[in-house]
């Protein structure tokens, strides 16, 4: 059933996600890297209980992808981080035009 863990666990992932988004402001994306950190654990967890995986040099390929994951968003947390803190806002008045939903 681990298909079924990872989808409750995706959803949380989901309400967590719009509930930081509802913040006044956010920079640019920090909920894409909050994403590929939250996806990045919960793969990398359930993985271990599945018994199907492709195996990589001793590793599970799913596992290194997580990993991989977690990194780049990590990274890019680092990085909006160093920006100032009305940098590359989403609530920008002057890019009400160029945002397109």
Do not use: H
């Not at 666990?9 to 006044?24: D, E, K, M, P, S």
């Amino acid at each position: 059933p681990t298909f079924f863990y990872e989808s409750i666990a995706c959803f949380i992932l989901f309400i967590i996600l719009i509930i930081l988004r509802r913040g006044t402001y956010r920079k640019v994306g920090t909920i894409t890297a909050w994403y590929l950190v939250g996806y990045g654990s919960i793969r990398f967890f359930i993985e271990v209980s599945r018994t199907d995986s492709l195996m990589l040099a001793g590793f599970k390929t799913a596992q290194i992808a997580s990993v991989i994951m977690i990194i780049v968003g990590v990274v890019m947390l680092i990085q909006n981080a160093r920006k100032s803190k009305f940098e590359d806002l989403y609530n920008d008045i002057n890019n009400v035009d160029k945002v397109k939903f």
